[in-house]
């Protein structure tokens, strides 16, 4: 009996790949992972032992909510590659919310967001028929651009306001890193080319050893084990109007996981369906309300990582659940994390402006299968990367605009996409044909 081929999306790896492929995702991903519990713990003025326990238990609840999107079990889980997060989307709220009730009232709001989300999961994957490719192609776009600033500041050194930002040996070493991941890409086959990244990381990092920008120091001072316990930090507690904060938080990160879902199913040639984006936002709720209890914080899908499996043409799922495995060990390991934190910024920076470019790459590959003569198109494609890029070019725009609605505007990729959803709709109806709902069988 002959038997279909086996989705890439599906393929089991070896071990020492999985490990391999796995640790370049985490390595791009990790920067942005411990970077909320610093701002949270800084702007609480939280001591120093609870901020190291905050990191490893965001790091350990990122894995296993990565392990539940890519795995999945029951209806949780889209089942492709993509790693989880921490969302940016929620800081300020938390803050806020900090700072008038404690972190137990910041881990009340996560978990009631996160059941809400969970719930309401079904009905907001209806919104899939709003998404063709001249919607997902503008998305894609948008959020590929949008993290182009990340990987800049990252090149620069990291801190803008710093006085060596922007220094030249910062920027050469970014430049150099990246002139790296284009050499092995494009000279190693195979395996070795796959992980391109992750040899860029690893000789970058070599490199600036001797000129002092690689700092181990906090390897020593890290505790060998650190085991995240359940409401460490006392009871969770509720308030109505936190909770509807972070709900409305919650609202904006599915939206801008519905974009990452999509994107990542163009890049492995897997369309997504409306029983996908339902199995994938209810993944996002059940994991924000695990970070609610395991002292972490609200989890989205990574953009940072879409570009990765673009650029490497690894569609293992498998992959970005090693990465998973892999979170939860720097999570239980905090010298282990240290190490890994260790990696200098213009490092991170020469990377990321590969694994960003590749994600504005598939948005405009996607674009390009869109009908642009005789239709809105044009307009749809052209308003709504432009709004998206309103928070890029000039960052205060909105801050005389409410606390909520600042939540959905700050974000480039939310207002974005909304706008590309509200325009496709007026434009050119609700119910047009979609590259994102046929569906391939594969055993």
């Not at 490092?347 to 299968?369: D, E, R």
């Amino acid at each position: 009996m002959n038997k279909k081929a086996v989705h890439p999306v599906d393929e089991i790896l070896p071990l020492g790949q999985l490990f391999a492929y796995g640790l370049q995702h985490v390595l791009a991903m990790y920067a942005g992972a411990v970077a909320v519990p610093l701002i949270i713990a800084n702007a609480l003025n939280l001591p120093k032992e609870q901020l190291i326990y905050l990191i490893n238990a965001d790091l350990f609840t990122c894995g296993i909510a990565t392990l539940i999107q890519t795995l999945g079990f029951w209806k949780l889980g889209v089942r492709i590659p993509i790693i989880q997060g921490v969302t940016f989307a929620a800081v300020t709220p938390m803050i806020m919310i900090g700072k008038a009730h404690g972190l137990t009232g910041i881990y009340g709001s996560v978990i009631i967001a996160g059941i809400i989300t969970f719930l309401v999961s079904p009905y907001f994957s209806r919104l899939i028929r709003f998404f063709p490719p001249v919607v997902t192609g503008s998305i894609i776009t948008i959020i590929g651009v949008s993290l182009l600033p990340v990987a800049v500041r990252w090149a620069g050194g990291g801190n803008p306001s710093a006085a060596n930002f922007g220094a030249p040996l910062f920027i050469g070493l970014a430049f150099l890193v990246l002139l790296l991941v284009l050499f092995f890409y494009r000279y190693f086959k195979g395996f070795m080319s796959n992980i391109a990244v992750l040899l860029g990381l690893l000789a970058g990092t070599i490199i600036a050893i001797p000129f002092g920008l690689v700092n181990f120091s906090e390897v020593s001072k890290a505790a060998w084990l650190g085991v995240t316990t359940p409401f460490a930090f006392g009871m969770p507690t509720f308030d109505l109007a936190a909770i509807a904060a972070m709900t409305l938080v919650m609202l904006v990160v599915m939206t801008e996981t519905t974009g990452d879902i999509i994107a990542v199913g163009e890049i492995i040639d897997k369309p997504i369906n409306q029983e996908d984006l339902t199995r994938g936002l209810r993944a996002d709720g059940f994991s924000t309300m695990l970070g609610g209890i395991f002292n972490a914080f609200p989890y989205t899908a990574y953009a940072q990582n879409v570009g990765l499996v673009g650029l490497t043409r690894v569609k293992s799922r498998y992959v970005v659940a090693a990465a998973g495995v892999i979170l939860m060990v720097l999570g239980l390991f905090p010298k282990a994390a240290a190490v890994v934190a260790s990696i200098p910024n213009p490092v991170l920076g020469g990377a990321g402006i590969a694994m960003f470019g590749m994600v504005t790459a598939s948005g405009i590959k996607t674009l390009s299968k869109v009908k642009f003569e005789g239709t809105h198109n044009m307009m749809v494609v052209a308003i709504s990367i432009a709004v998206g890029l309103i928070p890029l070019a000039v960052p205060g725009f909105y801050q005389k605009f409410p606390a909520w609605a600042q939540v959905i505007l700050h974000s480039g990729i939310t207002a974005g996409s909304v706008i590309a959803i509200v325009l496709n709709a007026l434009f050119n109806g609700p119910n047009q044909p979609s590259e994102q709902m046929p569906r391939q069988e594969y055993l």
